[in-house]
């Protein structure tokens, strides 16, 4: 009696290509040595492919009955899977020979709310244009919150404000330089009179974000080089929301020049200039799929020093 769980077993262990085929043909061909013509080996060759698969699954394939050759019950069984198998290695051999020049799936990747409003849509444009199989799965949180989820894995890209330390695990892809100002509401005209010190704006009102965000961190780090502490009235991780709360003389703040309008106006203050980087991360261990690369390269053409 056949052990069909024996075959079973010992198929699910056996990973030789050449001796699957080899039993396919010898099986279709009813001899080994036109399965040996048709797989352009010796006979011996065929011969010792399969007693090395009967070995592996230690039971016996074929009748060998004059110059004829039968499969025995067992190969009988074997058969239609050893056919699946070779089917699916086949497909699998053409799906990652067609890898290099597939662009589709799913794309996930991380970026900042205020990124996502006044940066990424050019670049979402081009991309969906150019590669509208790819199927886009962005989540919107803060630059800090992305980068996280570069580093878990999670995200397979971010863009992202950087990290003014930028972290030692990642690769950043710098792509804007983000001028920052700082801002006050128009009425909030002895401010807005000449150049302020650094050391006054301490004793005025202020809405920063938040200490752990990078950008907060940046305009810290300011006060902090010049010896200074401050103490905003108020946080918030959102750019937009502090716009509005300077817009209606809630106190200064500092924001991306971008922003500047009749409603938020910068003034000056004697210290260097502010800025901030935004562009792509990603992590050096994890291989990009071809929607990422492609993404990372549409990213770099909409740089501030692409031409």
């Known amino acids: 009696m056949v052990d069909i769980a ?38 011996p060759a065929v011969s010792k492919r399969i007693a090395a698969l009967e070995a592996d699954l230690g039971i016996q394939l074929f009748d060998r009955i004059g110059r004829r050759v039968y499969m025995t019950e067992a190969g009988s069984i074997l058969y239609p899977r050893a056919q699946s198998m070779l089917q699916d290695q086949s497909d699998a051999r053409k799906m ?3 890898l290099h020049t597939r662009i589709d799936g799913r794309l996930r990747m991380a970026t900042s709310h205020h990124i996502g409003l006044h940066r990424l849509a050019p670049v979402l444009k081009d991309f969906s244009q150019q590669f509208p199989r790819v199927q886009m799965d962005i989540r919107f949180v803060d630059s800090e919150a992305a980068q ?34 700082f801002v006050c509401a ?20 202020c ?8 950008t907060g961190q940046i305009v810290t780090r300011l006060f902090e080089n010049a010896g200074l502490v401050l103490q905003p009235t108020m946080r918030t991780n959102y750019l937009e929301t502090i716009a509005m709360l300077v817009s209606i003389g809630q106190g200064w703040s500092v924001l991306p ?51």
């Not at 128009?186 to 004793?203: C, F, H, I, K, V």
């Not at 809405?207 to 990078?214: A, E, M, S």
């Not at 000056?268 to 261990?285: A, F, M």
């Open 6 to 43: 024996g075959i079973d077993s010992g198929y699910c262990k056996m990973m030789n290509w050449n001796e699957l085929r080899a039993f396919i043909q010898v099986a279709d061909k009813g001899s080994f040595s036109r399965a040996a013509d048709t797989l352009h080996l010796t006979q």
């Open 96 to 98: 990652l020979e067609n």
């Open 148 to 181: 996280s989820m570069v580093l878990e894995g999670s995200s397979e890209l971010a863009v992202v404000t950087f990290d003014p330390e930028q972290h030692e695990q990642l690769n950043y892809q710098a792509i804007w330089n983000d001028p920052l100002s």
């Open 186 to 205: 128009p009425e909030m005209s002895a401010l807005r009179a000449g150049t302020n010190s650094l050391d006054a704006l301490t004793a005025v009102p």
């Open 207 to 214: 809405i920063l974000p938040g200490p752990d965000t990078f």
């Open 257 to 307: 020049t971008s922003m500047l309008n009749d409603l938020v106006r910068q003034f000056e203050v004697n210290c260097l200039p502010l800025s901030r980087i935004l562009g792509g991360i990603t992590h050096p261990e994890r291989t990009l799929s071809n929607a990422g690369t492609a993404f990372m390269k549409i990213l770099e053409h909409h740089s501030d020093h692409s031409n």
